[in-house]
């Protein structure tokens, strides 16, 4: 019996939950504007996965900048508050699909993007 590869996926939080999503996990470090906490669908929130602030504030999902954000971001991963956080994350992508849950407009340029990648298997 083949093996199924568990999806690593990135969704908004304002996205409705589906089926496949497998463990939600909003990887952002500040809680969304207009969620109350009982209104979001989610099995926890890895914040000290999240970038720092400075590097937020610098990045301001400019996507001319996206590429350097991505490099500096992953050498702020190697931090051991962040490289536990990451650690975390993949146990918990080995065990089933895995949809990191982000505030920003582009996903597909946030830091949630980022941890996607790395988590890929």
Do not use: N
């Not at 304002?14 to 906490?37: F, N, S």
């Not at 971001?73 to 490289?83: G, N, S, V």
Request: glycine content about 2%; hydrophobic content about 40%.
């Amino acid at each position: 019996m083949a093996h199924r590869k568990h999806q690593i996926r990135v969704r908004r939080v304002y996205e409705h939950p589906t089926a496949d999503d497998g463990a939600r996990v909003l990887v952002d470090r500040m809680w969304p504007r207009g969620i109350a906490k009982d209104d979001l669908d989610l099995d926890e929130w890895c914040k000290q996965v999240a970038p720092s602030a400075e590097l937020r504030t610098w990045y301001h999902h400019d996507p001319e900048r996206f590429p350097e954000f991505a490099r500096r971001y992953r050498h702020e991963l190697a931090y051991p508050e962040r490289a536990q956080a990451l650690a975390h994350l993949r146990e918990l992508a080995a065990d089933r699909d895995l949809t990191l849950l982000t505030a920003t407009r582009a996903a597909d340029i946030s830091s949630a993007a980022v941890l996607a990648d790395l988590l890929q298997p």
